[in-house]
């Protein structure tokens, strides 16, 4: 076993939910200095040891994010890593904010393990936050923001890709929202494994309600109620049809507030502060990739390479296999993330070990780029003083696009940790044969995947991903008359016929089905 000074060790883990409404909801700032100050006190130091950190990261808050949060009125944090190391008294020599993505908190975990090993960092917090449930309240009954800003002027470091999801064509098509998108990776699976559509909705019940059951037994989680597979996939006033074929109960909730923090430290500095060693929990392996990285690029709607490549070089890493696992959260925002990532893994949708370790992001909730955070942080706690047990954490940022995984124990590792330059996986994906792409179809075509994205009231349009008569894809959207939409939902479109040709905004594609 190897646990010289400069092996990375996560030695503080701390959750936080506020469940008090709008009015006296804490600010993204007492968020993440709550879960920090928590973090310190969990790991047996006092608070004051913050002051001694090096390294602070914060994952990007959900209304930083291009696109319509960033329109909200709302005043913001301009360097959220400064601001709380100010808060804690800490003067960080490496402060980075991440970019947007579910990957973040796995991906800065890992990026931070590395520094350690390499000698560059010695003490450091990672820590996230998500508030969209208390501050859209505030917005809409004229609440005051006082506190959401302060006086940092200058931008912080930012780590991560900051490539957008989808291009411009994509987004004008409605690729660009998570809950259109996802439900069009579902469909694909259900048509690739030959399942009706009734029964492969009775599957994605089946598939959550263990879901739901931990998060029932989990305090920090955002819904703590158990439904059944009925339940879940039951279409009713309360779980209303939001992307065909995903019901509400079905998708990531990300009006939440809540938040959590791992501290991460040499062994070295870690043992010089006093901190016990069966606090101690280790990163074994891990690894990032990304998908190839727009929709429309992708090989097939049914797998994501890089969740496999990521998974088996963090095993490897780790020096197990999947059957060594013990705890176990595969990133949970739409069943097909699940499904996927399982498949990826060799994992059974019914493997007895469970799939999340939180309850998982309809049930936990989603807080916005911070999700997998909470896993490593529950992680953290179910592995400490089981030295035979291992846990494994998935995260995955955009539409299947970013993938970042850790495998953790509490026994020392055997080897120095390394961490796998990135672009050793990332060239293996990027080689890969894809259809070509033409933002212009005329003619004969035929669905590849689709969806029907539904309004509160009704019907809201149809989008299809195609191959024209020479095999080249495109994104299209369908009339958006009633009787097509709700054919469209009886009866499985994959593989059907049709024309495509220009819409007559001349800015969309438009899908005739035959």
Known sequence: MVSDDRTPVLIGAAQFTWRGGAEGAPTPLDLVERVSREAARDAGLTEAALRQLDAIGVVGFTVDAPGALAALPVPRLVNPPASLARALGATPRWAPYTQMGGNSPQHLVNVVCERIARGETRFALAVGAEFLGSILKRLKSGLPLDGYADQETEPPVRIGDDRAGVTPYEDAHGLGMPVNMYPMFENALRARDGRSLEDHQRRLGRLFAPFTRVAAANPHAWFRTERSAEDLVGIGPDNRMISFPYPKYLNAIMQVDQSAAVLIASAGAARAMGVPEDRFVYLHGCADAADLWYPLDRQNYHSSPAMRL???????????????????????????????????????????????????????????????????????????????????????????????????????????????????????????????????????????????????????????????????????????DEATLRGMEAVEQIGRPGVVRRAEDGERNLFIPG
């Open 310 to 480: 990521t998974g088996e070089r963090s095993l490897e890493m780790a020096g197990i296999s999947v059957d060594d696992l013990t705890d176990i959260d595969l990133y949970s925002c739409f069943p097909s993330a699940v499904q996927v990532g399982a498949e990826s893994l060799g994992l059974a949708l019914d493997d007895p070990r469970g799939l999340t370790v939180t309850g998982g992001l309809p049930y936990f909730g989603g807080p916005g780029n911070n999700y997998s955070l909470h896993a490593i942080a529950t992680l953290v706690h179910r592995l400490r003083g089981r030295p035979d047990a291992w846990g494994l954490s998935t995260a995955n940022g955009w539409f299947l696009t970013k993938q970042s995984t850790g495998v953790y124990s509490a026994r020392p590792p055997k080897a120095p940790f390394e961490r796998q330059d990135p672009a050793v996986i990332q060239r293996a994906i990027d080689a890969l044969d894809h259809p070509p792409v033409t933002e212009r179809p005329e003619g004969p075509a035929t669905v590849e995947t689709y969806t029907v994205v539904h309004a509160r009231q009704g019907y809201r349009m149809g989008i299809i991903i195609g191959r024209d008569a020479e095999g080249r894809r495109f994104v299209a959207n369908t009339p958006r």
